[in-house]
C-alpha cells in the first residue's frame, strides 16, 4: 500500500503540463518579450515602434487570460508570470519610453514622476493579486478597482500619440507629460470603480454589428492607426465618470434592497432572542 502511494506521488511529480496549460503561458511570456522590446526602441529612439511594442503587449495581455480560462490551462505560477509580465510591459516599459522621450529634459524631477508611475503600477498589481478568490458584493464584479495596468500604459502613451497624430512641441512638454504621469498613477491606486470587460456579454441582436464595428475598427488601425488609439483611449477616459456613476448606482440599489429584506423580515419573539442555540 505504501509503496502504491508513493508511486502514485512519483507519477504526479513527473507528469509535465499539457499544451492547453502551456499555451496561456506562451501567449504571456510573448508579452513580456514584447514590453522588453519596447525599452529597447525606446533607447534606440525609435518611438513609433516602442509605443506599438506596448500596444502589442496589450494585446496578448488581453487574449491569454480568456484562452486559459477556455483551455482550463488557469495556474498559479501562469497568475505570477502574467503579473510580473504586466509589471514590465506596462510599468517599466512606458516609464522608461516616456522618460526617454521627453522627461529626461525635467532631469531628477522627470526621473521621479517617472519612478512614481512605475511603483504605482507594482503597488495596483500587487493590490489586485491580493484580491483573486475574494468573495465580492454580486454588483461589483463587473469593475475594476482603480484604473488596470494595460489601460494606464495606454494613457500615459496618450501624449506621444498626440504628438504622432498632429507635431508640435506642447504635447512633447515634460510638464505636461508629468502631469498626465501623475494623474495615471494616482488613479491606478485609487478605489475609482472602473469598467472590467472581462464579463461583458453580447446580446444576441448585437453580435452581427459588433463584428461590424471591430471590421471598422481593423479597417480604421490599418489606415489610420494613431488617429484611432486616441478615438480608443478618449472612450476609454469617457467610460470612467460613467462607471463611477453605475457602481455606486448599483450599490445604493444593493443596500436599499437588503435594508427592505430586513423590513420585511419577521420580528423576533423576546424568547427567540433568549433562546440558547441548539446543539447536535
Not at 498559479?76 to 517599466?92: N, R
Not at 507635431?167 to 510638464?175: A, E, T, V
Not at 481593423?218 to 460613467?242: E, R
Request: proline share 6%.
Amino acid at each position: 500500500m505504501l509503496r502504491r502511494r508513493r508511486r502514485r506521488m512519483r507519477d504526479k511529480a513527473t507528469t509535465g503540463w499539457s499544451l492547453n496549460r502551456m499555451i496561456p503561458n506562451v501567449l504571456t511570456l510573448l508579452a513580456l518579450c514584447a514590453g522588453m522590446t519596447a525599452i529597447r526602441l525606446a533607447i534606440a529612439g525609435k518611438f513609433e515602434a516602442a509605443v506599438s511594442a506596448v500596444i502589442i503587449a496589450g494585446i496578448l495581455d488581453g487574449i491569454d487570460g480568456r484562452i486559459a480560462r477556455l483551455l482550463k490551462g488557469m495556474s498559479s505560477f501562469g497568475a505570477e508570470l502574467d503579473s510580473l509580465s504586466d509589471f514590465v510591459s506596462f510599468g517599466v516599459a512606458p516609464a522608461v519610453l516616456l522618460y526617454v522621450w521627453t522627461m529626461s529634459a525635467m532631469q531628477s524631477i522627470g526621473w521621479a514622476l517617472v519612478l512614481l508611475y512605475a511603483v504605482c503600477c507594482g503597488l495596483r498589481l500587487a493590490r489586485f493579486n491580493t484580491q483573486i478568490g475574494a468573495t465580492l458584493p454580486p454588483y461589483a464584479y463587473n469593475f475594476f478597482t482603480g484604473v488596470p495596468a494595460p489601460a494606464a500604459a495606454g494613457l500615459v502613451m496618450v501624449p506621444i500619440m498626440l504628438w504622432f497624430e498632429f507635431g508640435g512641441s506642447f504635447f512633447r512638454s515634460p510638464y505636461f507629460n508629468g502631469l498626465v504621469l501623475a494623474a495615471v498613477a494616482a488613479l491606478m491606486v485609487s478605489r475609482v470603480p472602473t469598467y472590467s470587460f472581462k464579463r461583458i456579454r453580447v446580446p444576441r441582436e448585437w453580435i452581427l454589428p459588433s463584428l461590424l464595428i471591430v471590421g471598422g475598427l481593423a479597417a480604421f488601425l490599418t489606415t489610420d492607426p494613431w488617429g484611432t488609439l486616441l478615438a480608443i483611449g478618449l472612450l476609454y477616459i469617457v467610460s470612467i465618470p460613467i462607471s463611477v456613476r453605475s457602481y455606486y448606482g448599483l450599490r445604493r440599489n444593493a443596500e436599499e434592497q437588503r435594508h427592505l429584506e430586513r423590513e420585511l423580515a419577521p420580528p423576533q419573539t423576546a424568547a427567540e432572542a433568549e433562546a440558547p442555540p441548539l446543539r447536535r
